[in-house]
């Protein structure tokens, strides 16, 4: 326990290397399968369905419309600043590059928060278990019951986790420029260029992965210079003229990639991905609800405690203490800037708006954490004998690891041993399995599944084509993943009757959200009480009251207007597109809908028949039926 730089050191990676293995033991332990087949099961929530754009940007093919007869499309965008360093790692591990990675933020991470808190001057020993405790608060918090409350959910999600690539590696970067802009806040200087570099890179970073976090990143850190120069902020500019050029070339080079994309980005990708013109009436709408918002009692609340925090840390007696947690209220009051300056300047925004709402509570949360570990610190730590202090810090740590093994295998049995998901796995496990056994070579294959998990597979395994694509893989246009659609849905004989209850909407939980709609065209038919598909009204007067009821930010709610479900029905029987028959069909049993797909016997062969997962292939001389 006698800790010094280089045993803190020492622990952060013990202590990444141990969180890291409790995540992934069982999952080698339990599950005898391809590393792709891994990730794709092991990926936090939704966090697989980036492996395809991930791969597309890692390959520099990011038209790739796994259509053999489509070329020439335009290029999905992607947060390329989050694809970095998986893309270099990618060139030498291919898909052990994501587990490897995994290890490695998690140190990271541990590291940044270490190096944070001694700048806060906290102790090595305390800064150790602090950073310790934050990375495990997700856990923690997942153990209780508060975790469902409406605030302390967004910390449970948002603040830190492995789903890549965001927070994964989003985060990472934001808690990074808290870092180096925590070392200048303490020093009370800006002046050395190679910081204007590191800046400029973080900034580039940011842009590229989560533009919130850097709208954020760049009005705290002009509210900080001006904060450490105050009246000779004029002068610092003039005499800093080279180190600002420095930072903008710096932020130029990283954003560079982005830029670029987005300029030859296709149009209906951009718009399966929410972007929204921000015109004058929508504008209106937004700063409406964001006003609002800052005059509810518990915001008011917020604020009124932020400026009694800011008086109280700047007080004679706290200063040396407590200064630096400055700069968590000037983040906080970026927080509520940004939106604001976000919706006057900007001609467009992709409709993930809330989570300007959740980084404030993320950001508040960070404030009053880090002041009341300095309260207890200097009313308590400082007066405990120093052999207590370190038994204490003893059992402390033993309880987050023993929490985190116990969080992490808690969740592991109740999602991943499940029924359900577990004979999903094995099911997946053995359709791949016999692909690789009957030696099915993919990129000569064309495949005929709606199943996500296995889509993400074939793609990494360089499947040549999909006959329907999820929509938020490839830079298609909306007429092509339509034609698609209805073309699988004649192959498979499945009726009018089944398209339409394939694409109706439909009620689930608190918002209007078909996933089969939410696959195929994302946030095409978003609607709230800022937007619907066209602007229309065309919808049920109950759905219609709803959408009028929703909040202009709930961009997850997907609801398709009257006259949109008659355009398909209507496109289905006059349909007579070309349709490339596949060779490869695995459906879903469990989907009511495509349960009821008719395979020609005389032409497929079904190879493999589960509870959950039935697999086709086309009979000829080289794969005939056993």
Known sequence: MQINKESANYFVIFSGIIFFLIKWYQSFLLFDESIEVKIIFESVTDGYKYLPIFKSFAEINLNNSYDINLSNLDNLSAPVGSFYFHSLFYLFFKSWSFVIIELITIIIFLGIFYKISRLLLFKRLESLLISIFLYNLPILLDLTSISNLKYISVISTDFYSLRFPRPLISNLFFYYFILVSLSIFNKRELVQRKKFIIFGILSGLSFTSFFYHFLIEQITLLICVIYIYRNKFLKYISENYISLILFLISFLIVSLPLILNINFAE?????????????????????????????????????????????????????????????????????????????????????????????????????IFFVSSKFLQINLLNKLPNKVFKFLSIILIFLIFSSNFYGVRNNYFSNQLSHKVFKTRSEINSIVN??????????????????????????????????????????????????DLIGSFKFLRLTEDDLRDFIKNKKKGWRYRNDNILDLFWNRYQANSLTTFNNSNDFDNEVLEFINKTSPIMSQQLIIPNFEIERFINKFENFNENYNDPNLIIINKKDSILAKSIIDPEIFCKIFDGEFYVFYHSINKDKKCN
Do not use: C
């Open 267 to 367: 149009k209906d990708f951009l718009q399966r991905t929410g972007l929204l013109d921000l015109d004058f009436e929508r504008k209106k709408i937004l700063l409406k609800y964001s006003f609002k918002k800052f005059l509810d009692l518990k915001f008011l609340i917020l604020i009124i405690f932020s400026i009694i925090l800011y008086y109280f840390i700047n007080n004679k007696e706290n200063k040396n203490a407590f200064s630096g947690n400055t700069l968590f209220i000037f983040l906080f009051l970026s927080s509520i800037i940004s939106p604001i300056i976000f919706i006057i300047l900007s001609p467009s925004y992709f409709s993930h708006f809330y989570f300007f709402n959740n980084l404030t509570i993320l950001i508040f949360f960070l404030l």
């Open 434 to 483: 016999i692909i690789y056994k009957e030696g099915f070579d993919l990129s000569k294959s064309t495949l005929l599944t709606f199943d996500n998990k296995i889509m993400v597979w074939s793609i990494l395994k360089d499947i040549q084509y999909l006959s329907v694509v999820n929509g938020i893989f490839t830079p298609k246009k909306n007429e092509m993943i339509e034609n």
